[in-house]
């Protein structure tokens, strides 16, 4: 048989290089004479990626729910509560920080404003629109692709570690096609020679680093909470808040801002580090419980078996599945009253009680 390992890791990347090569369409349209972006943001990137996961899922008759996006209301109102804690609070402390300095050392980069990127003027509602719908295509597309579609796949043969690395490595790839894209189109015209060479150093630099960090920062919150809205939210305030507070500009081009982005991508994921490990300590918990019951359960079964009069050399009946015990239970039913009687059907161990081992396998499993 064919390790299943050798299968995964290429459909991944090629599934990646599609999404990559559509994603540079949207960025490098403006060579060719049309802009496709929505303030700045790869619109048309974010929608084709969000097809071509949607596509792969089903090709691969995979639910949509198997990758994190359940349409359920608590789940979203959780994922709105967690992922904006993690992330509004970070960026209102940086900014507040901010306030301060400024305050004190009147400095101009650090002046304290609110401008969406690329709104040439003045904001106006429509624009505020837009300019979110951008952020939220674009957060979703991320999250569908990397701590969705990517950590699935990988999940049921490598461990957590490996699959969370190996996300938030691939998802460094997009920052670079834009900061390639600014390079060539002439976004970084106002530096040159050493200067921007040194620019472009430092930029490749932070994309990746900050790109990284938050990028596992959201794989550990999707493995605790099961879906992908708590990353989801914390991507869209990080992109609308980060970008309108920090940003204020179509192109990052200010070491100012890349400071006071990584600031806040630093302590965010301290926040989610430390909500992960209290959520995994509890969902370990609950696993243990889940399975002292399901022993209690299946001891309970045997003792009602050797009852009976089952065999008494049988000492293990643990060692049996669920659906073998309920088995044996039929025929008993059906000796004792007859074959006229419709026997109970054998259940899985899911069944048992009501908790879900595939969650506790995937949340805290290493």
Known sequence: MANPKSKILPRILSTMVVVCM???IGEFAPMLGYDFSMFGVNIIGAGLGIIIVGVVCIANQRPLGSIGLIFELPRILRGILVG????????????????????????????PSFVAPNFNGEASLIKLVLFAAGCGASSLMQELTFRGYVV????????FTDANIAQAGLSIA?????????????GYAERSGVSLWIFLVIAVVFFAAYTFISSLKRGFVTRVTG????SFFGNFFFQFLGGGLFVQSMILTSYS????????????MTVAYIYYHRQYVRNKKRKEEHEKKLAQRLEAMRLEELSRGADPNVEDLSQ?????????????????IGAHSKPVQPQNDDSIVNLKEVEFNENVNP
């Open 22 to 24: 559509f994603y540079c």
């Open 84 to 111: 904006g804690s993690m992330a509004v609070l970070p960026i209102a402390f940086v900014f507040a920080v901010q306030v301060g300095l400024y305050s004190v050392f009147k400095i101009p980069s650090l002046a």
């Open 152 to 159: 699935r796949s990988m999940r049921p043969q490598y461990p």
């Open 174 to 186: 997009l920052p670079l096609i834009a900061v390639a894209k600014n390079l060539i189109c002439g």
């Open 227 to 230: 879906d992908i809205w708590p």
């Open 257 to 268: 801002s890349m400071i006071r982005l990584f600031a806040a991508e630093t302590i965010s």
């Open 320 to 336: 049996k599945s669920v659906k073998e015990i309920m088995e044996q239970h039929n025929k008993r039913i059906l000796d004792s």
